[in-house]
């Protein structure tokens, strides 16, 4: 999580912004470096999970992951949330909106670090996109983040994580 924190910071000031080539020299931490939703989501999904680690029970699983969604989404309610979701955030009973955007990935990384088999980091991304990113492509992005995580972590290979990716998600 530390990782997915740090790049978030240090991308915040190039996010939205083109640039024509690709240079390892840029300057990291510049003054306006800031956390962004991501962050304050990754945060949110890790203490659901830690909170909810020994739960079998779905649906306990995505009220917790609501209840520390929309709690940290209140906290920091300015944090460049996308329209759908920062309605959601304010929902009373929010509801999955059918998302296929890349908020269900940004949020995914303590999933890889939290469960120790890839059969159970699916499991889990799943489930914490399924709250607002219950489309297709929004759950499999997910997995495909958390995954590439998680067999990082084992050791794999590039082109190991692509294989396996390519194998269990159906993508590349």
């Known amino acids: 999580m530390i990782g997915a924190i ?8 190039y996010e939205g912004k083109i640039k ?13 470096s800031i ?3 991501d962050t ?14 020994q739960e079998k029970e779905i649906l306990i699983i995505q009220k917790e992951l609501i209840k520390e969604m929309q709690k940290f989404g209140q906290i920091y309610p300015y944090s460049r949330y996308g329209k759908q979701f920062s ?16 908020g269900s990935g940004m949020r995914v990384s303590s999933v890889a670090w939290l469960y120790d ?5 699916n499991k889990y991304a799943e489930i914490t996109a399924s709250v607002s990113h219950n ?14 995580i998680y067999l990082a972590s084992q050791k794999k290979s590039k082109n190991e994580i692509k294989n396996i990716l390519k194998k269990s998600l159906s993508i590349f």
């Not at 999904?45 to 680690?53: D, E, F, P, S």
């Not at 959601?88 to 999955?96: D, Q």
């Not at 489309?135 to 590439?148: D, F, L, V, W």
Request: proline share 5%.
């Open 6 to 13: 740090i790049g978030d910071v240090i991308g915040s000031f």
């Open 40 to 53: 304050i989501m990754t945060i949110a999904v890790g203490q659901a999970l830690v909170n909810t680690y």
């Open 135 to 148: 489309h297709p492509e929004g759950i499999k992005g997910a997995c495909a983040i958390a995954s590439a």
């Open 117 to 121: 088999n890839l059969e159970d980091v």
């Open 87 to 102: 309605h959601w955030l304010r929902e009373e009973n929010p509801k999955p909106y059918n998302s296929f955007g890349n």
């Open 20 to 32: 024509k080539a690709k240079s390892k020299n840029f300057e990291l931490f510049t003054p306006y």
């Open 35 to 37: 956390c962004t939703d």
